[in-house]
């Protein structure tokens, strides 16, 4: 059996990482994903949440905002919204971004309007929740 596998994260800006894994915790849309090297085939839809890897050396983590991971065996393609290290996020921007979106849901708010700000919340908090780990 394989000892790592090739794992790309993409955002439609960047490839954001490009390399060599042993282990890899996403989240989907239906909770959380432990993948191995010789993973069966799976495509998933992403959550807003942290991804986790470790490779040779160490464990990383990142934010992710949602997006599709393709898991085949000896390679995973994450195709991610956004991503972000944890030295990348500004964690006063995400303070000010999680207390606008609190105030918008306070708001008397159509359901998109709602919608949207409910999302802002959750990538802000999951970038601070990844800050906070560093």
Request: hydrophobic letters at 45%; zero cysteines.
């Amino acid at each position: 059996m394989a000892e790592h596998f090739l794992l790309n994260i993409s955002t439609p800006e960047n490839v954001f990482y490009s390399g060599e894994a042993e282990r890899l915790v996403i989240t989907t849309i239906e909770g959380e994903v432990g993948v191995l090297p010789a993973h069966a085939l799976m495509v998933v839809a992403l959550d807003i949440a942290p991804v986790k890897f470790k490779t040779k050396d160490e464990w990383y983590e990142a934010a992710i905002s949602g997006g599709f991971a393709q898991i085949a065996g000896d390679r995973v393609d994450i195709l991610a919204d956004a991503a972000e290290w944890p030295d990348d996020i500004e964690v006063n921007r995400a303070l000010e971004a999680k207390n606008r979106a609190e105030e918008r849901l306070r708001s008397h708010l159509n359901e998109v309007e709602y919608v949207r700000s409910q999302l802002a919340k959750r990538r802000a908090l999951t970038r601070l929740a990844v800050v906070k780990k560093k």
